[in-house]
């Protein structure tokens, strides 16, 4: 099984930043594409940014210019830094992570618990 774990949501003024962290642990061989999501109230989850295990990056067009994904390989764990934030970014974030597990060498695909971020003064 793998586990995700968010951390870093929370309150946040217009115009401020924050940084998402995804940590992945459990029975993992290794990870390929690692992603971030996100659901504002009455909206379809949507995509945020997306890094593959080689490093192509890609960013929705609303984020773009003011975020920032990485990943820390030995870490198993993908951050997002946002930057000049919006009332319009306040949304449950999600990671998604995806990868082949240790045992057996199936492919898994994975959902974090989400953690809120509003932007609000």
């Known amino acids: 099984q793998v586990q995700l774990v968010e951390s870093g949501g929370g309150l946040v003024q217009p115009g401020g930043s924050l940084r998402l962290a995804c940590a992945a642990s459990?029975?993992?061989?290794?990870?390929?594409?690692m992603g971030w999501y996100r659901q504002a109230p009455g909206k379809e989850r949507e995509l945020v940014a997306f890094?593959?295990?080689?490093?192509?990056?890609m960013y929705a067009d609303s984020v773009k210019g003011r975020s920032t994904i990485s990943r820390d390989n030995a870490k198993n764990t993908v951050y997002l830094e946002m930057n000049s934030l919006k009332p319009e970014d306040t949304a449950v974030y999600y990671c998604?992570?995806?990868?082949?597990?240790?045992?057996?060498?199936?492919?898994?695909?994975?959902w974090g618990q989400g953690t809120l971020v509003t932007v609000s003064s």
């Open positions: 890094i593959s295990s080689g490093g192509r990056i």
């Open positions: 459990g029975s993992i061989f290794s990870i390929n594409a």
């Open positions: 998604n992570v995806q990868g082949v597990v240790a045992a057996g060498g199936r492919y898994f695909g994975v």
